[in-house]
């Protein structure tokens, strides 16, 4: 079965493949973790990408809506 190769996530790393009736499955390190750009005090409390998605902050930013 063929699979994507290692893909790097910034806080993990990945493997996708796809099965024969064509569901996507993903393998993913628990390493190195959320914890790598953030401290453990403040982790979730504000957005945090990977530099891959830098660029696109404004656009992700505006598409996100407030949780009620």
Do not use: H, K
Not at 11 to 18: C, D, E, Q, T, V
Not at 21 to 34: H, M
């Amino acid at each position: 079965m063929p699979s994507s190769g290692p893909v790097d996530r910034f806080w993990f790393r990945s493997l996708y493949f796809r099965e024969p009736n064509g569901i996507l499955f993903e393998i993913a390190t628990d390493g190195p973790g959320f914890a790598t750009d953030e401290s453990m005090d403040t982790l979730g409390e504000t957005l945090s990408l990977p530099p891959f998605l830098e660029g696109q902050r404004q656009q992700i930013e505006d598409g996100l809506r407030p949780l009620a």
